[in-house]
C-alpha cells in the first residue's frame, strides 16, 4: 500500500499548487512550504497519506483565509460533466448492459483529480470516457449486481467534484430507496461536497450526506459519528477513488472499490498496471 514516505513529493507539490491558486505572495507559498515540511517531520508515518494532506490543506486554508481555494477549478470540473451528462446518460440507456456501462462511465469520471491532474482539460475527460469505455474491466459485473440485489442499506463514498456527474449515471442503476450517497465534510483538494452535490443536482436524486471530515480521504476516526453509523450499518458500500482506497484497503467492512488506478504503489498493491478500471470486491471478504 502506498506510505507517507512514498507520497512526500506529491504532497509539497499539492501544497505549492493550492496556495498558488489562492495568492501570489511568495511569502506565503514559502510558508506553506516551511509548515509542511516541520509537518512532514513530525508526521507518524503510519498514518495514511491523506492524513498529511488534510493537516497541509488546513494551514494553507488558514494562511490565506480561503474556505475553499479550488472552488473555481471544482465548477469549472463540474460545468464540464454536466455538459457531458445528457449524451452519456442516453448512451446508458441504450447499451447492451447499461450497468456495466454504466460502472465504467463512473471509472472515467475518476480522472477528475486535481491532486493528481493539475491542469485537466475537458479533451482529457473525453478521451477518459473513450479510453474506460473499452478497456479490460477488472471486476465481475454478474457479482456487483448480485451484492447490489441483496444489499438492504448502500452507502457510496464519493470522491471528487465532476466525478459526481458520472457517479449520478451509475447510482441511477442502482435501488435509490436503499441508496446513501457519502460526500467530504469541508472543502479539500477538489473533493466533492454537499455543496458540489447540490450544484450538480446530485442531491435532488439521492439521498446526500456529509462524513463530517476534511481529509481527502475516508479516515473513519476523523468521521461524524453519525457518519460512522452509518457506514457500520451499510452492508454495501461503494468506495469511490484512490484516496477512499488507501483509507479503507484494510477495512473488513463490505466494500467495493470503484478507481482507476492512477500510480504505480496502488497497481502493485492491487496487481495490476496503472491505468487499469477497477470494481473489485475488499479482499478481506474473498480471502486474498
Given at each position: 500500500m502506498k506510505t507517507f514516505l512514498d507520497c512526500v513529493p506529491c504532497l509539497l507539490h499539492q501544497a505549492l499548487h493550492s496556495v498558488r491558486c489562492t495568492t501570489q505572495d511568495e511569502r506565503v507559498h514559502e510558508t506553506i512550504v516551511r509548515t509542511a515540511l516541520e509537518s512532514m517531520a513530525a508526521m507518524d508515518f503510519r498514518r495514511p497519506p491523506a492524513a498529511m494532506a488534510q493537516i497541509i490543506h488546513r494551514r494553507i486554508r488558514e494562511l490565506t483565509d480561503t474556505s475553499d481555494p479550488y472552488a473555481r477549478q471544482k465548477r469549472r470540473l463540474n460545468d464540464a460533466a454536466m455538459s457531458l451528462y445528457p449524451a452519456c446518460a442516453a448512451r446508458v440507456a441504450g447499451a447492451a448492459d447499461p450497468l456495466e456501462l454504466a460502472v465504467r462511465l463512473a471509472i472515467a469520471g475518476n480522472v477528475m483529480d486535481l491532486a493528481v491532474k493539475t491542469h485537466l482539460t475537458e479533451e482529457e475527460m473525453l478521451a477518459s470516457l473513450d479510453e474506460c469505455v473499452d478497456a479490460p474491466l477488472d471486476c465481475s459485473i454478474a457479482e456487483f449486481a448480485r451484492a447490489?440485489?441483496?444489499?438492504?442499506?448502500?452507502?457510496?463514498?464519493?470522491?471528487?467534484?465532476?466525478?459526481?456527474?458520472?457517479?449520478?449515471?451509475?447510482?441511477?442503476?442502482?435501488?435509490?430507496?436503499?441508496?446513501?450517497?457519502?460526500?467530504?465534510?469541508?472543502?479539500?483538494?477538489?473533493?466533492?461536497?454537499?455543496?458540489?452535490?447540490?450544484?450538480?443536482?446530485?442531491?435532488?436524486?439521492?439521498?446526500?450526506?456529509?462524513?463530517?471530515?476534511?481529509?481527502?480521504?475516508?479516515?473513519?476516526?476523523?468521521?461524524?459519528?453519525?457518519?460512522?453509523?452509518?457506514?457500520?450499518?451499510?452492508?454495501?458500500?461503494?468506495?469511490?477513488?484512490?484516496?477512499?482506497?488507501?483509507?479503507?484497503?484494510?477495512?473488513?467492512?463490505?466494500?467495493?472499490?470503484?478507481?482507476?488506478?492512477?500510480?504505480?504503489?496502488?497497481?502493485?498493491?492491487?496487481?495490476?498496471?496503472?491505468?487499469?478500471?477497477?470494481?473489485?470486491?475488499?479482499?478481506?471478504?474473498?480471502?486474498a
Open positions: 447490489v440485489e441483496e444489499a438492504d442499506e448502500i452507502l457510496y463514498l464519493a470522491d471528487n467534484a465532476g466525478e459526481i456527474v458520472f457517479d449520478r449515471l451509475l447510482l441511477e442503476r442502482l435501488p435509490r430507496e436503499k441508496l446513501t450517497v457519502a460526500v467530504r465534510g469541508k472543502p479539500v483538494i477538489n473533493d466533492a461536497t454537499i455543496e458540489d452535490a447540490r450544484y450538480v443536482g446530485l442531491a435532488e436524486v439521492v439521498n446526500v450526506i456529509d462524513n463530517g471530515s476534511d481529509a481527502p480521504g475516508t479516515i473513519l476516526d476523523d468521521c461524524s459519528d453519525a457518519f460512522r453509523r452509518r457506514f457500520e450499518r451499510a452492508d454495501l458500500i461503494i468506495s469511490k477513488g484512490q484516496g477512499n482506497y488507501e483509507t479503507l484497503a484494510g477495512s473488513t467492512r463490505p466494500i467495493w472499490f470503484l478507481l482507476r488506478v492512477k500510480c504505480p504503489i496502488i497497481a502493485r498493491h492491487l496487481g495490476c498496471s496503472v491505468g487499469t478500471t477497477i470494481l473489485r470486491r475488499a479482499s478481506s471478504q474473498t480471502g
